[in-house]
């Protein structure tokens, strides 16, 4: 009887988990395993000399190494998204490349953009992006930090 | 048929747990961005000098020396008669270092400009001052004076419409006056037409004074 009663204690687990894994939603992707080449992005005037309408853009670029871990969603069709929401730092606009497996693209803060749209066929997905980092130079403060993440849609 | 309900059980249990790992682990990514040697100031009155060209042509703010001249000479049936007499430069700037637009017109006018970049941090200060270090007066040979008061000058640029950023005014007699600012990240310039008031009778004669403009960013 106790057997029994185990059995249908883990059946019941099967149940709930299949539930979870087989809604089509967003979900926010673990990126904690991810590193930046360097601690900081050193950002320059695009132009040393401003024009006469006025010109702040710094710019500069940082390559991460991204590691993301998708088993969640594994062997499911998604589609991955860099998401840039509004910054305290005063960005104009992320645009990043990528190796292979990832699309190009850029983002002004508040966007989310498409990255990556297939199965997810590994538990981690590892891609080099080099970043191209806009801020207005007029309003940085010193050392501000850039934040984004990544969420997947699963069918 | 059991044993094999339990391993499929433990497999799915396995992955509820990555799942809650996930959402607990699961974070923003940050980079930290910090502006590298920002920070610039440019001033150029009368002829400046950029290496390889204006700016649009790739070429670099440079240091040059020289000092130019604003002189008249007064007719001397016209001397004290209170008519202004306009002033005339040996300055050869008359385009912008920028784009080389035309935006002086020579010999009358004495252009004055520059630039200021900085971030917000690097000082706090959202302008740059532009200040002039005026003698008492000029003088001759002799040792006669001309008040420095007795010169003034207008501003204006070629297709500018509207304020000046250094706009028009009198030179304050031994005494440090404000020109004009220039805005954080931005290019300014005029043009200035100085004039010489000629009301009062002065000894013939020679008479030189030298102003000096700083421009300074706190």
Known sequence: ?155 | MKASSQTDSRILLGTIAVLLACASGAGAYTVNLTPKNPRTIYLQVGVGTFTGGNYQQGGSPATNPLVNLVSVTVPAAQVGNGTAQTMTTNSTASQSLYDSFAFCNLPNQLYVGGFYRSTNGSAGSATATLVANVPASLVSAGGRTIPFSQISWTSSGNGDAGGQPFPGGTFVAGGTQTIGTINRNEWAESCHTFSYSNAAVAPAGTYTGRVTYTLSAP
Do not use: C, K
């Open chain 1, 1 to 155: 009887m106790a057997s029994v009663h185990a059995t249908l204690v883990l059946a019941s687990s099967l149940t709930v988990g299949l539930a979870a894994v087989a809604d089509a939603a967003t979900y926010r992707v673990d990126d904690s395993g991810s590193l930046p080449q360097g601690p900081t992005a050193e950002l320059q005037w695009r132009e040393p000399v401003p024009s006469r309408r006025g010109d702040d853009t710094l710019e500069g670029t940082l390559v991460v190494l991204m590691r993301l871990n998708v088993g969640p969603w594994l062997n499911r069709v998604g589609r991955l998204y860099l998401v840039l929401p509004e910054q305290a730092a005063p960005l104009v606009r992320l645009s990043w490349r990528a190796q292979g497996r990832f699309l190009p693209g850029q983002a002004v803060p508040g966007q989310r953009v498409l990255v990556y749209e297939g199965p997810v066929s590994t538990p981690w997905i590892e891609e080099r992006l080099e970043l191209g980092i806009e801020a207005s130079g007029s309003r940085l403060e010193g050392m501000q930090p850039l934040t984004f993440h990544f969420e997947i849609d699963v069918d």
